[in-house]
């Protein structure tokens, strides 16, 4: 791992085009904390010219794993698994304190397990607790902000008459989004159903692995990876509304590559995994006849534009929504700050990009803001809610299965 990690930084030919793109070298101005920077620190790490070091490990905590430098980068460089290999090694020389290791740890598992999340939020907004526990926020950020709770979606989702199927799909329910985000889930098997698929949902299928990777425990992540391959065995297509899980579940054949018993089949899941965007464009998306009047923006989850490269997807169907105006954000590929568990863990830059975003937001004057992932829903709506604005936010899903309501 080490040789095929070193392999991959020495393609960095050290040019800068990607700093511009990279919102943490936007924000502090720092090589550092940029993709080139933090390449070379990984690079010297690996040549012993430094040490693998609570500095190096800082640079690579404060890395939102956008993966806009790999969008940026004429030579192809891989950060993203360049960033999640030099992780899990800084992870094995234990350079956190064990209660930093406990919180991180603890937060992983909490978000990861949707009965113990779906019952600690009903906890917290029943005791009015909005915030994280100080116990757990106090190490896992040096930051002195807390950071917010997400609130679970609630509402219902009506049932409609569907035509009869011709194609069987998985969907996979996803751990914090099963939890936390019900009204998407149901509102993307409802847009399925509508384009002729029989819906399974696999009961032994769990999380995806992709926090725990993205945070160094990737024995964690392989340990789910593997699960879940288990548990859509059918040679059918896996569909996400979930761009962080989707570019997990499509990097499979990577994580798993040196594990004889599972490299290949990890390859194969991966060949069948469709954001539900992707999918409903390839498959032949039938729009609503009844015209929805209003200004939808479209803003580009980081693991769907930057990680899976799926950009006009998402923009074309909520086009062809009869009324619907679709303005392009300023900075709409640009992170939101949410970036899985980067808002919990680096509060402080994920606000400052949050309020960067919302004024981008707030100048094109939507009615609607559309996104193709949780966190980043979760975390623009908060941002909505703090400025007490009238602009809805909702994934693309959503969106799309609201317009056929009115038909
Ligand atoms: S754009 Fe690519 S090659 Fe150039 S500095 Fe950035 S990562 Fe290295
Ligand atoms: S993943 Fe994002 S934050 Fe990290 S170096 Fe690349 S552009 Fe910067």
């Given at each position: 791992?080490?040789?095929?990690?070193?392999?991959?930084?020495?393609?960095?030919?050290?040019?800068?085009?990607?700093?511009?793109?990279?919102?943490?070298?936007?924000?502090t101005?720092?090589?550092?904390?940029?993709?080139?920077?933090?390449?070379?620190?990984?690079?010297?790490?690996?040549?012993?010219?430094?040490?693998?070091?609570?500095?190096?490990?800082?640079?690579?905590d404060?890395?939102?794993?956008?993966?806009?430098?790999?969008?940026?980068?004429?030579?192809?460089?891989?950060?993203?698994?360049?960033?999640?290999?030099?992780?899990?090694?800084?992870?094995?020389?234990?350079?956190?304190?064990?209660?930093?290791?406990?919180a991180?740890?603890?937060?992983?598992?909490?978000?990861?397990r949707?009965n113990?999340?779906?019952?600690?939020?009903?906890?917290?907004?029943?005791?009015?607790?909005?915030?994280?526990?100080?116990?757990?926020?106090?190490?896992?950020?040096?930051?002195?902000?807390?950071?917010?709770?997400?609130?679970?979606?609630?509402?219902?989702?009506?049932?409609?008459?569907?035509?009869?199927?011709?194609?069987?799909?998985?969907?996979?329910?996803?751990?914090?989004?099963?939890?936390?985000?019900?009204?998407?889930?149901?509102?993307?098997?409802?847009?399925?159903?509508?384009?002729?698929?029989?819906?399974?949902?696999?009961?032994?299928?769990?999380?995806?692995?992709?926090?725990?990777?993205?945070?160094?425990?990737?024995?964690?992540?392989?340990?789910?990876?593997?699960?879940?391959?288990?548990?859509?065995?059918?040679?059918?297509?896996?569909?996400?509304?979930?761009?962080?899980?989707?570019?997990?579940?499509?990097?499979?054949?990577?994580?798993?590559?040196?594990?004889?018993?599972?490299?290949?089949?990890?390859v194969?899941?991966?060949?069948?995994?469709?954001?539900?965007?992707?999918?409903?464009?390839?498959?032949?998306?039938?729009?609503?006849?009844?015209?929805t009047?209003?200004?939808?923006?479209?803003?580009?989850?980081?693991?769907?534009a930057?990680?899976?490269g799926?950009?006009?997807?998402?923009?074309?169907?909520l086009?062809l929504?009869p009324?619907?105006?679709?303005?392009?954000?300023?900075e709409?590929?640009?992170?939101?700050?949410?970036?899985?568990?980067?808002?919990?863990?680096?509060p402080?830059?994920?606000?400052?990009?949050?309020?960067?975003?919302?004024?981008?937001?707030?100048?094109?004057?939507?009615d609607?803001?559309?996104?193709g992932n949780?966190?980043?829903?979760?975390?623009?709506?908060?941002?909505?809610?703090?400025h007490?604005?009238?602009?809805?936010?909702?994934?693309?899903?959503?969106?799309?299965?609201?317009?056929?309501?009115k038909?």
């Open positions: 791992m080490r040789n095929d990690l070193y392999d991959r930084t020495v393609k960095c030919i050290r040019c800068g085009f990607c700093l511009e793109a990279c919102p943490t070298f936007v924000l101005g720092q090589e550092t904390e940029s993709p080139r920077g933090r390449i070379y620190l990984v690079r010297s790490a690996i040549e012993n010219q430094i040490g693998w070091s609570e500095e190096v490990q800082a640079h690579l404060s890395c939102l794993g956008c993966r806009a430098c790999e969008t940026a980068c004429p030579s192809g460089v891989q950060y993203g698994s360049i960033l999640e290999m030099a992780r899990e090694s800084l992870e094995s020389k234990r350079l956190r304190t064990w209660k930093q290791r406990w991180r740890k603890t937060l992983i598992k909490t978000l990861t949707p113990r999340l779906r019952m600690q939020t009903a906890v917290a907004l029943k005791l009015g607790i909005k915030k994280t526990p100080f116990a757990l926020s106090r190490h896992l950020s040096s930051d002195e902000q807390e950071a917010t709770l997400p609130i679970p979606e609630t509402g219902k989702w009506p049932q409609s008459e569907y035509p009869k199927p011709t194609r069987q799909v998985y969907f996979l329910q996803g751990c914090a989004m099963r939890a936390l985000f019900k009204t998407t889930n149901a509102a993307t098997v409802d847009l399925l159903r509508r384009h002729r698929c029989e819906v399974i949902i696999s009961r032994s299928a769990g999380c995806c692995g992709a926090l725990a990777t993205h945070v160094g425990l990737a024995d964690e992540g392989r340990k789910l990876a593997r699960s879940l391959i288990d548990s859509m065995p059918k040679d059918i297509p896996v569909i996400t509304n979930s761009a962080g899980c989707g570019s997990a579940m499509k990097e499979y054949g990577h994580l798993l590559e040196n594990d004889r018993h599972y490299a290949e089949k990890a194969r899941f991966a060949n069948r995994v469709k954001d539900i965007s992707e999918f409903l464009y390839e498959s032949g998306f039938v729009p609503p006849k009844a015209s009047p209003m200004r939808v923006a479209y803003h580009d989850a980081c693991h769907l930057h990680g899976q799926v950009r006009s997807q998402p923009r074309e169907l086009a929504l009324g619907i105006d679709l303005i392009e954000l300023e709409a590929d640009r992170c939101c700050g949410s970036a899985g568990v980067y808002n919990l863990t680096q402080k830059l994920a606000r400052e990009l949050l309020e960067r975003k919302w004024n981008f937001i707030e100048e094109a004057k939507p609607v803001v559309a996104t949780p966190g980043c829903l979760a975390w623009i709506a908060q941002a909505a809610k703090e007490r604005s009238a602009i809805q936010v909702k994934h693309t899903a959503v969106v799309l299965a609201e317009a056929y309501l038909d």
